[in-house]
């Protein structure tokens, strides 16, 4: 089964700019969360999607969005960047169906590689 | 919210020796703790994680202990090997929909000398 899978893998832009990140969960997981990891705050949630909604935000300003598709493909967007948005984005497949209930474990993608000049 | 303390920041342990890396939680309604494992510019693994109804958990050279009680929970590495080496991560969160915001503590570096 293939793994969660992230695109881009690296990226640069300009203070000012905005972009958009892609996250394609394991297949039969129905929730995507994004984390951001950066060497002075460490891993931090940013949001939780499942079915197409919006289930948890972390402490994060609005200029950091996201969605989710009736595939549970999800995506987060970041505008206005800012230098301090240089960070790795993960984003964590979940929920999937198991014989007598759901199982929760997170399991994470490559991560995108950011950085804002 | 959730705050999770994790020690120590590195740990430095000779091929075969054990490793114990410590995490404290302060939210009593956080009831599943994972721990990662993050090789250098990898993603993090999962690598063994622990429910509030469980007070250890063992998978081969890795197990977990959770002390609810005293909010704290711990990872053992057993005969340690080269490979080990890696940044630890400790986690702590919910289960149910909208609680399951993992909350990380801030690493533990441990370098396994061979």
């Known amino acids: 089964k293939a793994g969660v899978t992230q695109t881009p893998r690296y990226l640069i832009k300009t203070r000012g700019q905005q972009v958009t990140l892609s996250c394609s969960p394991i297949s039969g997981h129905r929730s995507v969360s994004w984390y951001q990891q950066t060497p002075g705050q460490g891993l931090q949630f940013l949001f939780e999607?499942?079915?197409?909604?919006?289930?948890n935000k972390g402490n994060f300003p609005g200029r950091f969005s996201g969605r989710q598709f009736s595939n549970s493909r999800s995506e987060m967007n970041v505008s206005t960047l800012e230098l301090g948005d240089s960070a790795l984005y993960l984003c964590a497949s979940s929920w999937r169906e198991t014989g007598n209930g759901f199982a929760y474990e997170q399991y994470f993608g490559p991560g995108t590689r950011l950085t804002v000049t | 919210g959730e705050n999770v303390e994790q020690h120590p920041s590195t740990l430095s342990v000779q091929e075969g020796d054990s490793a114990v890396i410590k995490c404290t939680y302060s939210d009593s309604a956080s009831n599943y703790f994972p721990w990662y494992k993050q090789e250098l510019g990898k993603r993090p693994q999962l690598i063994i994680d622990i429910r509030s109804n469980v007070g250890e958990k063992k998978d081969q050279r890795i197990a977990v202990t959770l002390n609810k009680t005293a909010k704290h929970f711990s990872l053992h590495i057993t005969e340690t090997q080269p490979e080990d080496s890696a940044v630890y991560f400790c986690?702590?969160?919910?289960?149910?929909?909208?609680?399951?915001?993992?909350?990380f503590g801030s690493g533990t570096r441990l370098q396994v000398q061979p």
């Open positions: 999607y499942f079915s197409e909604t919006q289930r």
């Open positions: 986690a702590a969160s919910g289960q149910g929909l909208g609680r399951r915001a993992l909350t």
